[in-house]
């Protein structure tokens, strides 16, 4: 489970930075690449990583701004162009089918694979086979959206000394008695899974959070997650800039990564106005308040496996 | 007058040519840049140039392909950003501007300035202080469109030599000689202008064509032209390719340019399949057939002023 930051500004894409994208490296667990956000130039961006645009099968837009959306058609076409033959689930607020819909249309674009949209809201709830997905709705003026992806726990390791001492040797039994909540052996005797297993091992869980104000709002939301990434596009110097326009100080951020305790915070949609070392200040501004916090940059990645 | 490629290759982005765009370059003459096409990452590659947004003020789509207007929203977005105020006119084909306006609204985009949108047919003609604009439509499958774009003659110097030798010293009479087909003298002689000035110094024509096949239909249109920008997707090698696809080989538009007579030629929209050293064959295929042919690289600049 590996997050690869795409692009990490705001608005305009920059020569350090480009517009909004980040992707879910799911490949290790379950062959899958999830992309959070598509702003114009993520194909381009995806050039430089190893990830294979066929491998995206999930697409989770915050909301319908230009800088989180322009290049998802662009990215759709090329993943057909690129020998992507399998379904794509794009969630995103309403509105979301018409546009890309719109587009396709208009210019002529037919894709090789089969897109389902699903239109998500407040409270929303899906699960796969591996997670489960929450939404909630943020405050930024117009419909925008956090996705709390939760891994499902694993099962614990099959305890080869009890089974031994029990007289069960290895062989095709072992994965029997791992995979059934009973199984009964050769000489009657019934054997309950859960007498031969160590702790499960809790999943993962992260958040990403779309544009928004007021941040505290959603401490229960990301509450106890082990990653929380999120937009900080002002400094708290521009605490009434970052209202006016529905964002997120880094100060706003790192308290409600501290609130909701949070393991690991990542800053991301980095207004242009910060460069160089205003951005050291701008960690330091959410360090003081939550140590564990880490500026994006493009590129950026991080490895959560063994967190 | 400065032509700058900002994407040179055809369908897909790769890390050596983005997609289509290319900047005609006025600022010197008229304090303008005009934009033909204007493919995802336009905006980008823009980043690594010295032109400025805001002076774009004419954008001209040849189709409405994805790899030609999936930036096209957001270099919009970007100029209304970075105080570009004045009226934009966007010149394509039909459904331009239902595609920028679906854009547009379901993202929720409000721009700093106007915008007029001209859908151009076969030969529509357009004139401007300066220059005038003719449109042939191509063949590519769906509407496709070559732009025509000469400058207007500038008028001849002012001899001075002549001037004097009736007696007439310099000063605003000058200026009176120089705009006015005829100027009555404070003595009462009337001086006809043409009999004051130089040879007039032709414009500049460029010829700028979207995708399509068989580039020799189009002679007529692009005839001894300064400049012409045509693609050339592919080799000879894959003429069958290129037929069936709507796209031209280096073979064929060498043939054009020669028989159309233009000065130079410039082949653009280049397939990702042709790498290294097979870029130069291409440019063997079509000099041996016209000589003074380029390939087009990303961010090649070629100044026309002093051709
Ligand atoms: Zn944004
Ligand atoms: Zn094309």
Chains 1, 2 share one sequence.
């Not at 992260?206 to 002002?234: M, N, Q």
């Not at 991301?268 to 939550?290: P, V």
Request: aromatic fraction near 8%.
């Amino acid at each position: 489970m590996k997050i690869e930051f795409l692009g990490t500004g705001a608005g305009l894409p920059t020569k350090q930075r480009n517009v909004s994208s980040l992707a879910l490296d799911l490949t290790a667990e379950i062959g899958s690449v999830w992309l959070f956000d598509c702003g114009e130039g993520t194909q381009h961006q995806i050039l430089r990583t190893t990830i294979k645009p066929r491998r995206i099968d999930k697409i989770f837009i915050t909301h319908l701004h230009g800088d989180h959306i322009n290049g998802l058609v662009g990215l759709l076409s090329s993943r057909s162009f690129q020998n992507g033959e399998s379904l794509v689930q794009i969630y995103g607020p309403s509105g979301i089918k018409t546009y890309v819909n719109c587009h396709l249309s208009l210019t002529g674009t037919k894709l090789a694979y089969p897109i389902q949209f699903i239109e998500v809201e407040d409270q929303s709830y899906y699960e796969t086979k591996h997670f489960t997905i929450t939404v909630k709705e943020l405050e930024h003026g117009l419909a925008s959206f956090g996705y709390r992806i939760s891994e499902k726990a694993k099962p614990g390791q099959l305890q080869v000394d009890k089974l031994l001492a029990q007289g069960i040797k290895p062989g095709p039994i072992y994965q029997q008695i791992k995979e059934n909540e009973q199984t009964q052996l050769p000489d009657g005797r019934l054997l309950t899974r859960a007498d031969f297993l160590g702790a499960a091992k809790p999943g993962k869980e992260i958040c990403v959070l779309g544009d928004t104000r007021h941040p505290h709002k959603f401490a229960g939301f990301v509450s106890d997650c082990d990653l929380l990434i999120h937009e900080a596009t002002f400094s708290h110097l521009d605490v009434a800039h970052a209202h006016q326009f529905y964002h997120s100080t880094a100060t706003e951020v790192a308290l409600l990564a501290k609130q909701a305790n949070v393991k690991q915070l990542i800053l991301t949609h980095i207004s242009a106005r910060y460069q160089g070392d205003q951005i050291n200040k701008l960690a330091d501004e959410a360090q003081a308040i939550f140590a564990n916090t880490l500026i994006a940059e493009d590129l950026l990645q991080v490895d959560l496996t063994n967190h």
